[in-house]
């Protein structure tokens, strides 16, 4: 069974860098045919992508967000990750880790539980 | 602003059938499969649909989905009170080389 689950602060500074961790057990990255994404969720709102990673390194991102995000890979931890620089108040949300298939389909089979990230000083 | 277009709310009551419509346009539902996922309060969006009608393993069949030009519908029958919850419509874009979701739908069972 694939899971994957997020970790890191839940309280980040204005103008700060949030940084996630998104652990995945059940397969490895490193076995391709997936894209690693991140999507975000404001309270009370819908859902918006922010990027995705492939096993090769390539990256894609939101162009909205592109200036401020890094979506990077471990694969000896089996993990990848976010990092948003410069966080303002309109960055507090609930932070997905999802698989997406490649070929094609295109869907997030498998999420995270989700991580609150709130930025306030 | 979405990419693609979902009523913001639908209501309907217990044992009842519902839809949910998602718009979109050529360069996304119109030449893409379309998914659905399923926000119950709280949680994490869940695969409900895949490739337009295709349900996961322990996705009842109450669930339907189907696909027509540029706009998807998501079909729910029997409607039960836990099937409160957000319903999102996605697809890949080929104009913008990437995924992109519905604004959702809330569903209640009245």
């Known amino acids: 069974q694939v899971q994957l689950q997020e970790s890191g602060p839940g309280l980040v500074k204005p103008s700060q860098t949030l940084s996630l961790t998104c652990t995945v057990s059940g397969y490895s990255i490193s076995s391709g045919s997936y894209y690693w994404s991140w999507i975000r969720q404001p309270a009370g709102k819908g859902l918006e992508l922010i990027g995705r990673?492939?096993?090769?390194?390539?990256?894609n991102y939101n162009p909205s967000l592109q200036s401020r995000v890094i979506i990077s890979v471990d694969m000896s931890r089996n993990q990848f990750s976010l990092t948003l620089s410069s966080v303002t108040a309109a960055d507090t949300a609930v932070y997905y880790c999802?698989?997406?298939?490649?070929?094609?389909?295109?869907?997030?089979?498998?999420w995270g539980q989700g991580a609150l990230v709130t930025v306030s000083s | 602003q979405s990419v693609l277009t979902q009523p913001p709310s639908v209501s309907a009551a217990p044992g009842q059938k519902v839809t949910i419509s998602c718009s979109g346009s050529s360069s996304n539902i119109g030449n893409n499969y379309v998914s659905w996922y399923q926000q119950l309060p709280g949680t994490a969006p869940k695969l409900l649909m895949y490739?337009?009608?295709k349900r996961p393993s322990g996705i009842p069949d109450r669930f339907s989905g189907s696909k027509s030009g540029t706009s998807a519908t998501l079909g729910i029958t029997g409607l039960q009170t836990g099937d409160e919850a957000d319903y999102y419509c996605g697809t890949w874009d080929s104009s913008l080389s990437g995924p992109v979701f519905g604004g959702g739908t809330k569903l209640t069972v009245l």
């Open positions: 990673l492939y096993t090769s390194g390539s990256t």
């Open positions: 490739e337009n009608n």
């Open positions: 999802a698989r997406m298939t490649t070929v094609v389909t295109h869907y997030f089979d498998y």
